[in-house]
Nanobody, 114 residues
């Protein structure tokens, strides 16, 4: 199994930046890809960004050019740098790790005020 712990959420004003971190532990050797998802109140969980073991990245159209996903394999940590935040980015952000199953973190709240 894989355990994921997110950190870095908070309350920021529109236009500012935040960086989320996700530390993985447990059976991490067989993780194929990791990613960030978010869920706003009353909405379905949606993909924000993913990164594979080889470093290939994928982003939702709504965050392209503003968010950057990266990973530090030595620290077993994935980051999400969020710049130019908008009120519509407000959501609970979840880290995910894909093996045969998908594992989820507990989530971290990001609130962007206008």
């Amino acid at each position: 199994q894989v355990q994921l712990v997110e950190s870095g959420g908070g309350l920021v004003q529109a236009g500012r930046s935040l960086r989320l971190s996700c530390a993985a532990s447990g059976s991490i050797f067989s993780i194929n890809a990791m990613g960030w998802y978010r869920q706003a109140p009353g909405k379905q969980r949606e993909l924000v960004a993913t990164i594979t073991n080889s470093g290939s990245t994928n982003y939702a159209n709504s965050v392209k050019g503003r968010f950057t996903i990266s990973r530090d394999n030595a620290k077993n940590t994935v980051y999400l740098q969020m710049n130019s935040l908008k009120p519509e980015d407000t959501a609970v952000y979840y880290c995910a790790a894909d093996q045969i199953l998908r594992y989820w973190g507990q989530g971290t709240q990001v609130t962007v005020s206008s």
